[in-house]
């Protein structure tokens, strides 16, 4: 099971819109994908409708180490891709984590509860430092940032999201490896010198980091987005063709290329998905088996 956690701590990045539309895009290539909400602002959990609403989420999860998967995990609309809500609303999991001898590490704990069940995991994380955040990347294989073409944003990177990296490097002592970290530049205007000029300086402040990495994926600012939000559906669903006159690709080809700079190993099923109406992968792949 690939672990992918997307984490920023500056809030308003796009992580949620980057959790669902890429959960949704890897579900709809025929690959079984949950996702966690560990945001006490329940976004993700809202973002599609259930066809199943688990008694429990993730506050069940994390505070009981609740392991019978159907007290916890939701299912949406989306064949393939289940979803552990967010209703932690008061925030208590933060402090029964920090003052819990297994805390920082009690989600990798549970990653053998999961792994049967699902090929990956998706980690959507609020937009803070916090005990949850550590406890999120720490049992990632891979942590993935995306980052606004802005000077703010670029400096926060540096401040907040590569702290946390650093911070939790002497967990190699127990032979955990901090994941190595992505960094996706999302919104990005076609049009915008300055945009471009922030691209660039990301990538030559990283190249040749081994453990940093500037995708050569970026998500432009399109109106596709935030209307795929509004009808509760992955985005390549909405924009499966590029619209005339416009520079920027279809967002099915942004998400197609992102899933597979992402998951190299799995690009011959992305290449399959159509984002058409009516087309559903699930029922055109063979069967996978269990990917742990």
Excluded: C
Excluded at 256 to 265: N, V
């Amino acid at each position: 099971m690939e672990v992918v956690s997307i984490i920023s701590t500056k809030g308003g990045v796009g992580k949620t819109t980057t959790a669902a539309n890429l959960g949704g895009f890897v579900a709809d290539a025929g690959l079984r994908v949950l996702l966690l909400d560990l945001d006490v602002q329940p976004t993700l959990s809202s973002y599609y409708p259930l066809r199943h609403r688990a008694p429990g989420g993730i506050y069940e999860l994390l505070a009981f180490n609740e392991r019978r998967i159907e007290q916890v995990v939701s299912h949406t609309s989306i064949a393939g891709l289940d979803l552990v809500l967010s209703n932690d609303d008061r925030g208590e999991l933060n402090t029964l984590l920090l003052h819990a001898p297994d805390g920082r590490l009690r989600l990798r704990n549970l990653l053998p509860v999961l792994a049967p069940f699902y090929d990956l995991l998706l980690i959507d994380t609020q937009g803070a430092r916090s005990v949850v955040l550590e406890m999120a990347v720490l049992a990632s294989r891979l942590a993935l940032s995306p980052v606004t073409p802005e000077i703010l944003a670029a400096r926060e990177l540096r401040r907040g999201t590569l702290q946390l990296i650093e911070d939790i490097a002497p967990y190699r002592h127990l032979g955990i490896e901090p994941p190595p970290l992505r960094l996706l530049i999302n919104r990005v205007h076609p049009v915008s010198a300055n945009a471009r000029l922030i691209q660039q300086t990301l990538r030559e402040l990283f190249q040749g980091h081994h453990s940093i990495h500037v995708l050569d994926t970026d998500v432009p600012a399109i109106e596709a987005y935030p209307r795929a939000s509004m009808q509760g559906l992955p985005v390549h669903r909405v924009e499966y063709r590029q619209p005339a006159g416009r520079v920027a690709p279809a967002a099915l080809e942004t998400m197609r290329q992102l899933a597979a700079e992402l998951f190299p190993d799995w690009q011959a099923w992305f290449a399959q998905v159509s984002g058409r109406p009516g087309a559903n992968i699930r029922n055109r792949m063979p069967d996978h088996g269990e990917n742990s």
